[in-house]
């Protein structure tokens, strides 16, 4: 490239290029800006910084849903008409550790780009390999993942070229800075059972397998539909709704899969199970599966069923005695 067109890079790129490619670096700031990044707060921190000056933003300590952070900038117009006048930079292995009452650090630049000539603007730091942030024309995406180790990351503003005027050099920057969420939520599954023992089961998620040991899935924000199936225990289907970056609980309790009967007669009624008193009315009980005849008597009046009971079904039986008026 010939010196003409060097002349048509703005210097400030130019600077901003270089500065990428330096080795760790010793500098001082105005003041440190200390910032606790919220977990799940939507709304964010606010904070106002100036150039030379620098922020550090500490992390949760819970990071599952957190995928990477958003700053959103007021760029005062006495910042933005100097176009490319100011950088904003990322630093790693920052030291010592960030607070508000220190001005001189050690760190190594990771992300170098200029304010844009812009009066609002959105920078969005990715946290974590897989992602789901998209840079666009309002909105830029740092091409670098900072190291999150020491739960903080470490940004500073900067001139980018010489001779900028005092009234932009003392101006203020306004900033909102919020986590990024993943769209996913976490289900806690707990099951038991009616004999409190440990039974394994399959666990079916969107009728997909999912780990028979486990009890905390992460999945998508929205609905889902689960199953749980046992050889000894019936299968249970739930609906169950996952919010964005929070936690559902949901227990579910097996059913045995031996089959039982409920009774209900008046009470002066006499009920005979395969020709044996049966005393257990109002309250289901267990019943071997096959033939079994039932029996009621009240008064003068006798009825008899034949029921056919098979494995993992309930049966109800309910003996009544209506008297229907009817007017014509």
Sequence with gaps: MGIAGIRKIPFALLIAAALARLPA????????????LPGYD????????????????FLPDDMTYVEGVEIKMQ??????????????????NITPVP??????????????????????????????????????SYTTKAD?????????????????MKGIPDETMD?????????????????ALSISTPDKRSAPVD????????PAAGSAFMLEAGMHSLTVQSAEYRSEVRSVYIEQAKTTELRIELKSLAPTLLVTAPDNAEIFLDDAPFLQRGTPVRISEGEHKLRFIMGGYEILRALDIRKGKSYNANFSVNLQVTEE
């Design 171 to 187: 101006a203020e920057i306004s900033m909102n800075i919020k986590p990024l969420l993943v769209n996913k939520g976490r289900l």
């Design 144 to 160: 670098v993942i900072p190291d999150t180790a020491r739960n903080f990351i470490f940004l500073r503003l900067q001139p980018a």
């Design 42 to 57: 939507a709304g964010g921190q606010t904070a106002t910084t100036g150039i030379n000056d620098s922020i550090a933003i």
């Design 75 to 92: 760029i005062p117009p006495i910042v933005s008409e100097w176009q490319d006048s100011v950088a904003f930079s990322l630093y790693d």
């Design 203 to 210: 666990i079916f998620i969107d009728e997909k397998p999912a």
């Design 25 to 36: 670096e010793t500098f001082r700031v105005r003041k440190t800006t200390a910032i606790l």
């Design 99 to 136: 607070a508000e009452g220190n001005i001189d650090y050690s760190g190594t630049r990771i992300f170098v780009t200029p304010l844009p000539s812009k009066l609002s603007w959105i920078l969005q730091i990715p946290l974590k390999e897989r992602n789901s942030l998209k840079g666009s």
